[in-house]
């Protein structure tokens, strides 16, 4: 089916190890985001890419990479995890300069850092 | 810096109607997005507004007035399925980026 994929859904991981989560949209959109979105809070932006291959960072990037060497995947990669990086991951993908249909969002990955 | 203010929690009954309130304050504005989201759920668009006044999508309408950097969704005819949290959200003209609210927990009693 089309739309946006998020994999795993839930995950469990201790401090220091290195976490992927990965995201797929099939709509070709030529922007992809990645959010977190703690207990109680709004969103905040961790890394965006308006393209294959082009990346940049959001609010909060710190202790995260981000990859896009293809226009359909975009991988989150927490490289040595810390237990302030418990939360839900959201992925969302948006048309190029299409403000009025908005961003697609994944249904999230639940990481808990133990 | 930028920053959006929005109430954290509104109650209402089943039919009545619900505005929530945003005020922004940031550079590089393009226009004020609305999104909703389930308790569990993953947030889904449901306005933008890029100029001043009124848009309206059947039960839910938002407005803008940017000279006053304030917006606000109105949600009438409450149904208990509009028990969410509903975030107000700037779209940046640059990459096409969006910075959030805190959100606004609504509760919808029969």
Same mark, same amino acid.
């Given at each position: 089916d089309a739309g946006i994929t998020q994999s795993p859904r839930y995950k469990i991981t201790e401090t220091g190890r290195q976490v992927t989560l990965m995201c797929h949209q099939t709509? /070709?959109?030529s922007y992809m985001f990645w959010y977190r979105q703690d207990l109680g809070h709004g969103l905040r932006l961790i890394y965006y890419s308006a393209a294959a291959d082009i990346t940049d960072k959001g609010e909060v990037p710190d202790g995260y990479v981000v990859s896009r060497s293809k226009t359909e995947n975009f991988p989150l990669t927490l490289e040595s995890a810390t237990r302030s990086q418990t939360s839900v991951y959201f992925c969302a993908s948006s048309e190029a300069v299409r403000y009025t249909s908005g961003q697609y969002f994944g249904p999230g990955t639940r990481l808990t850092v133990t | 810096g930028q920053s959006l203010e929005q109430p954290s929690e509104v109650t209402a009954v089943e039919g009545a109607i619900v505005q929530i309130n945003c005020t922004y304050q940031t550079s590089g504005f393009y226009g004020l997005s609305w999104y909703q989201q389930h308790d569990g759920g993953a947030p889904t668009f449901l306005s933008y507004n890029a100029l001043d006044g009124l848009e309206e999508t059947g039960r839910f309408s938002s407005f803008l007035s940017r000279s006053d950097s304030y917006g606000y969704l109105l949600l009438q005819?409450?149904?208990?399925?509009? /028990?969410a949290s509903y975030f107000c959200a700037v779209v940046k003209a640059a990459g096409n980026k969006l910075t959030f609210g805190g959100g606004t927990r609504v509760l919808v009693k029969p």
């Amino acid at each position: 089916d089309a739309g946006i994929t998020q994999s795993p859904r839930y995950k469990i991981t201790e401090t220091g190890r290195q976490v992927t989560l990965m995201c797929h949209q099939t709509w /070709s959109h030529s922007y992809m985001f990645w959010y977190r979105q703690d207990l109680g809070h709004g969103l905040r932006l961790i890394y965006y890419s308006a393209a294959a291959d082009i990346t940049d960072k959001g609010e909060v990037p710190d202790g995260y990479v981000v990859s896009r060497s293809k226009t359909e995947n975009f991988p989150l990669t927490l490289e040595s995890a810390t237990r302030s990086q418990t939360s839900v991951y959201f992925c969302a993908s948006s048309e190029a300069v299409r403000y009025t249909s908005g961003q697609y969002f994944g249904p999230g990955t639940r990481l808990t850092v133990t | 810096g930028q920053s959006l203010e929005q109430p954290s929690e509104v109650t209402a009954v089943e039919g009545a109607i619900v505005q929530i309130n945003c005020t922004y304050q940031t550079s590089g504005f393009y226009g004020l997005s609305w999104y909703q989201q389930h308790d569990g759920g993953a947030p889904t668009f449901l306005s933008y507004n890029a100029l001043d006044g009124l848009e309206e999508t059947g039960r839910f309408s938002s407005f803008l007035s940017r000279s006053d950097s304030y917006g606000y969704l109105l949600l009438q005819e409450l149904q208990m399925k509009d /028990s969410a949290s509903y975030f107000c959200a700037v779209v940046k003209a640059a990459g096409n980026k969006l910075t959030f609210g805190g959100g606004t927990r609504v509760l919808v009693k029969p």
